[in-house]
């Protein structure tokens, strides 16, 4: 069942990353990030209110927000300041390269996954793991090749820095869910709501700096529907994935792997809707990365 819910987060995440680019193009990235986290508080907000005056219907449900000790409101908090950071990284990437260049990147996050899972987690990969994962790294690297054509040097851009750091970071969050869901004991939605509040808090202090006080930047600011779009896709995704994370079986590793076939919207959609160059090209490594998923896939089943 928890694979099932993983491909299910994947669809969300998908059509999240459609959304996330349309609705940086021309825009500043704090206040796009801070609308889209305010989205996703507000979807989630009905459900704590009900879990404070209504909580036995909020538990018939199925979405009741528990109270928790402000030991795990830091561990929470933790979680905040590592996904801020590599969703602030991700955000300014995606604005100055093609979808189909970052997307792919994205796609290297199971790779770090894989070794924290081993280290941390004890997860035991086999060999033919071990050359999906392989495949999903080499692939990625074809992609620079076709990054060059589009006068993207990823030696030298320092976007392709920024959306590696924020593989690398949105990798450590994954690993560090685990630990939330399997130790912590949370229910998706706690972990969700407790979340998306201090991270806009977060973002409220680097708005508070970076854009609140300047009359140009708050005039040029372009609201977009995709900016709500992105926030509840977000939160639509993050809720299948935990409740996969709930399973005691799944593994970490496996579920990483099993949301990069978001890529199959992100590169396949994401290339015709904004009409990005050399779509056919990059379907090569693409067909890679997705060889690579099904061999991790079958060799765990």
Not at 9 to 21: R, S, T
Not at 115 to 135: K, T, V
Not at 136 to 160: C, D, H, P, T
Not at 192 to 210: M, P, R, S, V
Request: some cysteine; charged content about 15%.
């Amino acid at each position: 069942m928890w694979i099932y819910l993983g491909l299910l987060a994947a669809l969300f995440l998908g059509l999240h990353n459609l959304c996330k680019k349309h609705a940086v193009q021309g825009n500043e990235v704090f206040p796009v990030l801070f609308g889209t986290i305010i989205a996703g508080f507000l979807l989630l907000l009905p459900l704590f209110i009900s879990s404070q005056y209504a909580p036995e219907f909020t538990k018939e449900i199925g979405f009741f927000i528990t109270d928790i000790p402000w030991k795990t409101h830091g561990f929470i908090f933790i979680k905040s300041m590592i996904m801020a950071a590599s969703w602030i990284l991700a955000f300014q990437a995606l604005k100055h390269l093609p979808i189909t260049i970052v997307a792919p990147i994205r796609s290297a996050g199971p790779f770090f996954t894989f070794i924290g899972a081993i280290l941390i987690y004890d997860e035991r990969p086999n060999f033919m793991q071990w050359i999906g994962f392989c495949l999903i790294i080499f692939s990625v690297l074809l992609y620079s090749r076709v990054g060059k054509k589009e006068g993207i040097i990823f030696k030298r851009n320092k976007w392709i820095f920024a959306i590696i750091g924020a593989t690398f970071l949105g990798a450590s969050s994954g690993l560090y869910d685990k630990f939330l869901i399997q130790s912590l004991f949370l229910n998706p939605q706690t972990l969700q709501f407790w979340f998306c509040w201090y991270t806009l808090l977060i973002l409220l202090c680097i708005l508070a700096i970076t854009w609140f006080p300047y009359p140009k930047k708050r005039a040029a600011f372009k609201f977009r529907w995709t900016i709500i779009g992105v926030g509840v896709l977000l939160q639509t995704a993050d809720y299948f994935y935990f409740k996969a994370l709930q399973d005691p079986d799944a593994l970490i590793m496996l579920l990483s792997a099993i949301k990069r076939s978001q890529l199959l919207i992100a590169v396949v959609l994401g290339g015709l809707i904004f009409k990005e160059q050399n779509k056919r090209k990059k379907l090569i490594p693409l067909i890679g990365i997705m060889l690579g998923v099904f061999l991790i896939l079958y060799a765990s089943t």
